[in-house]
């Protein structure tokens, strides 16, 4: 009894002490925490009329958010904590400030309905990364279906939403106006829907890229970058518009997938 109390005592009163943890399992959890920090700052900015910093946050959110799992599993450094926090950055990086940034720039003019759309979204949104982690840890789904993800991505979502945003950045006269204001609100609605569909779309996890392919993809990739850089608002259109054209395409590979797999799955038990 007295080494227990001892031990109590070596522990102080305010609960259980956290032991000590290497710095490998603390930057997963720092780029998290740097994500959210992008896209509450994003939501600040939309306030303040800053609109196109705004986006910059929101993106770069997104990519923190993107990267802190995979650098997890880098480092070897994935813990119940880390996927805690994943989840949470997710539903502001990917949910909130989106929809937050979208409707100070145009929805409001649309008033209520302007209103209710970004609540969609960012409901749609939360329900998609609940999705995701139930299916996730769903062993007994057949390997292949795993490559798809069931309905589109929250990070696509969060991308694909602002695009009224990058329209207007690249002064081809589109004008905030109510009628521009209607129409992004059904565009908004349209991605929620996205967001929570049983659309299957491949998600690239298992693709092998051959050996004498690798430099050109590389040089690819480098020059998106660059004009992502250089031309920000007409990259991001035409990748909204190119993503936009490829999930027809997935939902077509996917029904010849589950033929060529000797499986007829119905369109309700997609993914």
């Known amino acids: ?21 290497p710095m490998r399992m603390v930057l997963p959890n720092l780029v998290t925490v740097l994500a959210i920090c992008a896209g509450l700052s994003g939501i600040r900015f939309g306030f303040e009329g800053r609109f196109e910093p705004a986006v910059v946050m929101v993106l770069l959110a997104a990519f923190l958010d993107g990267i802190d799992g995979r650098l997890a599993r880098m ?15 997710d539903i502001v990086n990917f949910g909130v400030a989106p929809a937050l940034v979208l409707y100070a720039f145009l929805l409001d003019r649309a008033g209520s309905f302007g209103w209710i759309a970004a609540l969609l979204f960012t409901i749609a949104c939360g329900l998609r990364l609940a999705r995701f982690n139930v299916l996730d840890e769903d062993h007994d789904r057949p390997i292949w279906q795993s490559e798809y993800f069931v309905g589109v991505p929250a990070p696509a979502g969060a991308v694909l939403v602002m695009l ?13 106006d109510r009628l521009t204001a209607f129409v992004a609100t059904g565009f908004t609605v349209l991605v929620a829907f ?18 004498d392919k690798v430099l050109p993809i590389i040089l690819a990739v480098v020059l998106y970058v660059l004009l992502l850089m250089t031309y920000p608002w007409y990259t991001l259109t035409a990748s909204v518009a190119g993503y936009l054209i490829f999930l027809p395409f997935s939902v077509r590979a996917y029904s010849k997938r589950a033929k060529r797999e000797g499986e007829k799955v119905p369109p309700s038990d997609i993914g």
Do not use: C, N, W
């Open 164 to 176: 009224p945003l990058y329209l207007s950045f690249l002064r081809l006269g589109l004008e905030p």
């Open 1 to 21: 009894m007295g080494a227990q109390f001892k031990k109590f005592e070596a522990h102080g009163s305010g609960g259980p002490r956290i032991r000590e943890i």
């Open 75 to 89: 480092l070897k450094a994935t813990s119940k904590f880390g996927a805690q926090m994943d989840s949470l950055a």
């Open 194 to 211: 996205l967001l929570v569909s049983r659309l299957p779309v491949y998600s690239g996890k298992s693709l092998k890229v051959p050996g």
